[in-house]
């Protein structure tokens, strides 16, 4: 869990604890199912500024298609709170038919919406920039893991702030009492 809430890749995991390679690939997977059940659960309600974009994962260009008509690209939809925390889902389309109800569901009646249309959503796209980086570390996510990855990286963007390590272990030990 250490380990983990330093980022540390999976190969290095073996080396410095002692735990066999097959045994770290099986718990870090569960490690991010919990905090994507966790993430769900404790997914802001955005009140005041909030922007909301969209953004497409997938490989960087597929042979003469790029950009958004460029096949195979997961689309994901994220809102912010501006200078708060980030809410992530993975979206089908951007359609009007798709987006409304995320957007009626989590953000506040009264709240101020931005989007790139019209003004600037430098807390969105830096939450795309962060999350891209991390994830081309990986050199490629196979899709089914996609989600557990996405929501890895919306918990580490939204406890920035604070002992990732700490919040790992709450989370995990609250899991425990439930089970007990």
């Excluded at 066999?20 to 718990?27: A, E, G, L, Y």
């Excluded at 959503?121 to 990855?149: D, Q, S």
């Excluded at 920035?160 to 007990?180: A, C, N, P, Q």
């Amino acid at each position: 869990m250490k380990c983990f809430s330093l980022d540390v890749e999976a190969s290095k995991i073996p080396v410095l604890t002692g735990i066999s390679r097959n045994t770290v690939n099986r718990t870090l997977p569960a490690i991010r199912k919990r905090i994507s059940e966790f993430c769900e659960l404790v997914s802001p309600f955005a009140q005041g500024e909030v922007e909301i974009d969209e953004s497409y994962f997938g490989a960087r260009r597929v042979r003469g298609v790029r950009g958004r008509g460029a096949g195979g690209k997961t689309v994901v939809f994220g809102l912010i709170k501006r200078k708060g925390k980030v809410y992530t889902q993975v979206v089908k389309n951007c359609s009007v038919k798709e987006l409304v109800p995320i957007i009626r569901k989590r953000v506040g009646i009264d709240s101020v919406i931005f989007t790139d249309g019209a003004n600037h959503i430098n807390g969105i796209v830096n939450y795309w920039r962060i999350t891209k980086t991390r994830l081309a570390k990986f050199r490629g996510i196979h899709k089914p893991n996609f989600y557990l990855h996405l929501k890895e990286s919306v918990l580490r963007f939204n406890h920035r702030h604070e002992v990732l390590y700490r919040i790992l272990l709450k989370t995990f030990r609250d899991e425990l009492l439930k089970l007990s």
